[in-house]
């Protein structure tokens, strides 16, 4: 089956840990992103990518990194940097064609600091 | 700062009801996206509507787009409990394939 794959979907992390967040495409997309979101909160972009070792920066990037050495992968390291981890995290990728296509999404992964 | 703003914040009304709310954006898009999320879930897009493209519709959803005023409408006709969800719009700008997605709306329908 053709989808986006978020893995874990419940992670755990202790205070100055750095932990990575696997998202998996198998789409052929080429573009690729990450967004958190805070309980009640919309979306807000952490990162994106538009094609394999490339990726910018979104309204959010700070204590976040993302590398893109697979298009089929675009997994996010949150670092001890960041300091208020604790979110739903949702990855999701899209074709690059035109004005633009739908955004598929993964499952999310719940992180949590403990 | 988000590309969209959603209104109203929250809905509630009874099944068989229409349901409308808004987005509005600042700048220059490609395209418009409306997306549902049910509690815990990812997102499911809904439908896209073009910047070169006035009504989109899918089923009971109908989707507008004014650039002039730079917003959008979603509205959900006939609405079911199985509706109940948030709503997000989300903007490609243009020249650039970034994603830009609202507050969302919160949709409750009652049985």
């Known amino acids: 089956d053709g989808g986006i794959t978020q893995s874990p979907k419940y992670l755990f992390r202790k205070e100055g840990q750095n932990v990575t967040l696997s998202c998996e495409q198998n789409?052929?997309?080429?573009?690729m992103y990450w967004y958190r979101q805070d309980p009640g909160q919309g979306l807000r972009l952490i990162y994106y990518?538009?094609?394999?070792?490339?990726?910018q920066k979104g309204d959010i990037a700070e204590g976040y990194s993302v590398s893109r050495e697979k298009k089929e992968s675009f997994p996010l390291t949150v670092t001890s940097a960041q300091k208020n981890p604790t979110a739903f995290y949702l990855c999701?990728?899209?074709?690059?064609?035109?004005?633009?296509?739908?955004?598929?999404f993964g499952q999310g992964t719940r992180l949590t600091v403990v | 700062s988000q590309q969209g703003e959603e209104d109203p914040q929250a809905l509630s009304i009874q099944e068989g009801e229409n349901a409308t709310m808004n987005c509005s954006y600042k700048?220059?898009?490609?395209?418009l996206q409306w997306y549902r999320q049910n509690s815990g879930r990812g997102l499911v897009h809904l439908i896209l509507?073009?910047?070169?493209?006035r009504e989109k519709h899918s089923g009971r959803l109908r989707v507008t787009l004014d650039t002039s005023k730079k917003s959008s409408s979603l509205l959900i006709t006939a609405s079911r409990a199985a509706d109940t969800a948030s709503y997000f719009c989300?903007?490609?700008?243009?020249?650039?394939?970034?994603?830009?997605f609202g507050a969302g709306t919160t949709v409750t329908v009652r049985a």
């Open positions: 789409l052929n997309h080429d573009a």
């Open positions: 700048t220059s898009i490609n395209n």
């Open positions: 989300a903007t490609a700008f243009s020249n650039d394939y970034k994603l830009s």
């Open positions: 990518s538009q094609i394999v070792n490339d990726f």
């Open positions: 509507i073009r910047s070169n493209e």
């Open positions: 999701a990728s899209s074709i690059l064609q035109g004005l633009g296509t739908e955004a598929f």
